[in-house]
């Protein structure tokens, strides 16, 4: 009997015993990670995004907004799966620095057993599905109010594939930058600098909303862009620490920077308002918050404590004067700050990777090159993610309005787009 005893307890502790698996096999541990990080991610556009978003419009608004997060989640899942994944991912093109291959078109030969690196491919598949939704979801910010949505449909689904699926594949996909060394763990390049420029010259070529700047437009309900923001920084862990694609302590360093990054974004945000305005607003501390996070991310899985909190610091600071000079000296109409908040912030994190990545700041290294050199990658791929990013979103903004129109009429806009667009209200008694 102590025989059959001392043996099932042996078999149970080898059986506890995490086993390390090669790249060709299944990883359990890292699979669950990543499916987890996949729902979190979702989780930041829908609700996230959306009732961030939809607090800070004007109440006869907010239903249009809320559709045009969700809309968008629905088109770029689709067109994820007809080809974008496979372009931006898959091998044998004969332009693979600059394009992935044809051979995931619909995702033919995808089985359960098929494997990125340990973990699923269908599950890797998921998780940058989130990453494609999220991008132009973010561009919604910049012509809140007065995009009618059929042009905002027909502007996304093309933007996804003319901007973001060749940048996404030159970084993530093996493409040139990548090979350049160009360092972007979680997105600030392919995302925020990405979107965030999208964002100006969609407001640049849309205009400024009636009445805007004199009249005042502030959010119809800070409860919502606060319950938005939380879900937001809750959502983040997924997108940051997801991204390491493993279980271990990479994740666990980018969960813990993200985290620092942001509550610093968030105070130094909240500590020049106070100095400047007199009164901490609550509106300023979150959008601190989300300064903090994009900032971050590009250089989440690559830095550590201290460059964390460096980072969150100087995104509080350059985000909150980056704002006020768009809105106030420059009077352009980014409705929701997307610009100065993930564009800037994601320029300035992409190249502070190069500095805080190094181990002499507590980084992971820079691979034996320095931090000069790191730093000039790290500018060219912002560079040249802006200028294509720039040309593209103007190219089809100018086309949609000559072939659709993109603005809704001043009588429409006064109305507001939920009643105009969807024929529903927000609230009943509105």
């Given at each position: 009997m102590t025989t059959i005893i001392r043996a099932l307890t042996l078999i149970a502790f080898t059986w506890a015993i995490p086993v390390s698996a090669s790249a060709d096999e299944l990883n359990q541990a890292n699979t669950a990670w990543v499916l987890t990080s996949t729902a979190l991610v979702l989780f930041m556009t829908i609700p996230g995004l959306s009732l961030f978003y939809g607090g800070l419009v004007r109440s006869k608004n907010v239903l249009s907004v809320l559709m045009q997060c969700f809309s968008i989640t629905c088109l770029v899942s689709l067109l994820w799966l007809?080809?974008?994944?496979?372009?931006?991912?898959?091998?044998?093109?004969?332009?693979q620095p600059w394009l992935g291959g044809a051979s995931k078109l619909f995702l033919p030969d995808m089985g359960i057993g098929n494997l990125?690196?340990?973990?699923?491919?269908?599950?890797?598949?998921?998780?940058?599905?989130?990453f494609a939704i999220i991008t132009p979801a973010l561009i919604v910010g910049a012509f809140a109010e007065r995009m009618k949505f059929s042009a905002m449909l027909w502007f996304s689904g093309l933007w996804l594939v003319f901007v973001y699926m060749p940048i996404c594949h030159w970084i993530w996909g093996n493409g040139w930058l990548a090979a350049l060394g160009a360092k972007d763990f979680a997105g600030g390049i392919?995302?925020?600098?990405?979107?965030?420029?999208?964002?100006?010259?969609?407001?640049?070529?849309?205009?400024?909303?009636k009445g805007f700047p004199s009249v005042a437009m502030p959010p119809h309900n800070m409860t919502m862009v606060v319950t938005g923001a939380g879900m937001l920084w809750f959502g983040w862990f997924g997108f940051n620490g997801g991204s390491a694609?493993?279980?271990d302590g990479s994740a666990g360093m980018a969960i813990a920077v993200t985290h620092i990054?942001?509550?610093a974004g968030s105070l130094t945000w909240m500590a020049i308002e106070w100095l400047r305005f007199g009164k901490p607003s609550v509106l300023g501390i979150v959008t601190g918050m989300v300064a903090g996070l994009g900032t971050i991310t590009p250089a989440s899985g690559f830095v550590g404590?201290?460059?964390?909190?460096a980072i969150g610091v100087v995104a509080g600071g350059v985000c909150f004067y980056?704002?006020?000079?768009?809105?106030?000296?420059?009077?352009?109409?980014?409705?929701?700050d997307v610009f100065p908040v993930h564009g800037v912030g994601g320029c300035v994190g992409s190249i502070l990777t190069g500095v805080f990545a190094a181990e002499s700041f507590g980084g992971l290294g820079l691979n034996g090159v320095s931090i000069g050199h790191q730093v000039a990658v790290q500018a060219l791929a912002v560079l040249v993610t802006a200028a294509w990013s720039a040309v593209f979103s103007y190219g089809l903004l100018k086309t949609l309005d000559l072939l659709i129109g993109l603005r809704v009429t001043e009588d429409e806009e006064q109305q507001g787009l939920d009643i105009v667009l969807h024929e529903e209200t927000g609230y009943h008694n509105l």
């Open positions: 007809a080809g974008v994944y496979s372009f931006v991912f898959a091998d044998g093109s004969d332009w990125t690196g340990d973990i699923p491919e269908t599950v890797f598949f998921m998780f940058q599905m989130t392919v995302i925020h600098v990405n979107a965030g420029v999208a964002s100006l010259v969609a407001a640049l070529v849309l205009g400024r909303r694609l493993k279980a990054a942001a509550a404590p201290i460059g964390g909190l980056a704002t006020q000079f768009v809105k106030r000296r420059l009077k352009i109409d980014d409705s929701l």
